[in-house]
């Protein structure tokens, strides 16, 4: 049972407009939310967290919005940037406990220049 | 800037060979994992480790086994590799110290491709 989905498995965006990646969760538990960028033949990288007392963390170009109710979280990337093509994975931990991280499945963007 | 390292990045062996994936980082960081992922699809934790001489199993289940003697060091023995065995494996560690420990640091992987 998949606890972590992005249901969309790729995404195309044109270069200068906004990016719109989606996740949702069903473990209520889950208190701590991640998005971490791949690319291809390296490992994931952090890119911004919020914590389930907010609603929305902004990091520059890179905005998280979190929707406790709906359990829903996206990530807006504005302005896109051929360099933002990569893939995409949403994480969440359920901070009282053991701290292990449970991932969604990705999404590929694809920056259009 | 995150130091994890893992070796070898890319690995083809036959059936029935041991094998061990070494991943160190120099961060000193105390948590360390082992995740496995294949194309497509989420990374699953398979190994845990809070500090030195801790292991633990992660949610999926893996034929591998972990140890876990040096703070750094945090290598992933296959006994007797399978073809059910090929995948990408995923090192990262994290600062346990933290109430939120928010980032785990990736090293780059290693695609294992057992024939």
């Known amino acids: ?113 | 800037e995150a130091d994890i390292y893992q070796t070898p990045r890319y690995l083809v062996i036959g059936t029935g060979k041991k094998i061990t994936l070494e991943c160190s980082q120099t961060m000193g960081h105390d948590k360390m994992y082992w995740y496995q992922q294949d194309p497509g699809m989420e990374l699953h934790l398979i190994h845990y480790s809070y500090g030195v001489n801790s292991t633990e199993k992660g949610d999926l289940s893996s034929e591998s086994t972990v140890s876990r003697i040096r703070t750094e060091h945090f290598p992933l023995t296959l006994e007797s590799a399978r073809p059910s065995h090929t995948s990408q494996y995923l090192c990262a560690s994290s600062d346990g110290g933290r109430a939120l420990s928010d980032e785990q640091f990736f090293g780059p992987g290693t695609r294992l491709t057992v024939l």
């Open chain 1, 1 to 113: 049972d998949q606890q972590v989905k992005q249901n969309s498995p790729s995404l195309s965006v044109q270069e200068g407009r906004i990016s719109i990646l989606n996740c949702d969760y069903t473990n209520s538990m889950f208190d701590y939310f991640l998005w971490y960028k791949k690319y291809p033949a390296e490992g994931p990288t952090f890119l911004i967290s919020i914590s389930s007392i907010k609603d929305k963390n902004e990091d520059g170009r890179f905005t998280v919005f979190l929707n406790k109710s709906a359990k829903h979280l996206s990530l807006h990337i504005v302005p896109s940037q051929p360099g933002d093509s990569a893939v995409y994975f949403c994480a969440a931990m359920a901070n009282f406990g053991n701290e292990k991280l449970t991932f969604g499945t990705g999404t590929r963007l694809t920056i259009i220049p």
